[in-house]
Structures are given as C-alpha cells and as structure tokens.
C-alpha cells in the first residue's frame, strides 16, 4: 500500500481493504475489496493485469495485429522508449501540457508520492513528444497511470 499526504487528506493507494474508524476522511483509491460504509462513495474500476514477464517479443506477439504494425513502424522509424529519470522534468513537460489545455498542473502532490512515481517517455529524433507518470506499489505489484502529457 502506498500512503501519499497532500494537506490535511491521506490518499491510500492500493490497500487490501477500507479502514472506517482509523481513516474517517481520507481517500482509498484501488482498494482490493469491495466496501461500502457511512461517509464513502464505491466508484468501481475496473483493473486489467498483464503479466509482463515474457520476453518483449512474445508480448508483442500477444498484442492485435495493427498495434504491432504501429510499434514496429514506430520502431522502424526511430522512435525510442526510455524511463525519465527526472521528476522535475515530467513535471515541466506536464505543465506546458497543462496550460495549453487548461488543466491542473502538477506540484507538490506528485513530489510527495515518491518514491513511488516513475516517469515514461517517447522520443523522437531527440525531441519528446509524450510523456506519462504512474504510481507503482512493489510491494502488491500494481501500477496505475496518473498522467499523461503530449
């Protein structure tokens, strides 16, 4: 489980279950069970694991067909994957993302959720063009997406 504070609210990320009476007004987001109670709102989402590790080529395999079309053109044509070792950076790529289309921007939130963030991005001809952030727990091995910028 993750615990990520942001003011006075406590966001678990991951639990096994809801705990009313020690957490009365914080937030619970992919709990592993299903619970309802007096103060809390279920909202159902719905979870697609994948295992991940097969070697690259059986996974690309397993994906339909035009999307390994698009993965191999976008290889073909010099496209690169990488993890963004730096947080500041997802945070400025994000941003300028963010003002553009008139939404939050990230700060504080995210810096507190390390070490528990990790950034991704596409890169083409040295120039980013996509970036994502994801909350990982190792501990329950799951992964969420929390944002994307392009």
Not at 44 to 49: A, D, E, N, P, S
Not at 66 to 93: C, H, M, P, Q, W
Not at 116 to 144: C, L
């Amino acid at each position: 489980m993750i615990v990520i504070k942001s003011g006075p609210i406590n966001y678990f990320w991951f639990g096994q279950a809801i705990s009313y009476r020690k957490y009365p007004f914080n937030e619970f987001v992919h709990t592993q069970k299903k619970q309802t109670g007096l103060g809390f709102c279920m909202e159902t989402r719905h979870t697609k694991l994948i295992d991940l590790t097969p070697e690259p080529e059986v996974l690309l395999k397993s994906f339909h067909k035009n999307t390994r079309y698009e993965v191999n053109r976008s290889i073909k044509d010099g496209a690169a994957f990488a993890v963004e070792g730096s947080l500041e950076k997802l945070i400025e790529f994000h941003n300028d993302f963010a003002e553009r289309k008139g939404i939050d921007k990230l700060g504080d939130p995210i810096r507190k959720a390390m070490p528990y963030v990790i950034a991704t991005k596409a890169e083409f001809a040295g120039i980013t063009y996509v970036m994502h952030s994801y909350y990982i727990d190792p501990e329950g091995r799951r992964v969420r997406l929390n944002t994307s910028a392009s």
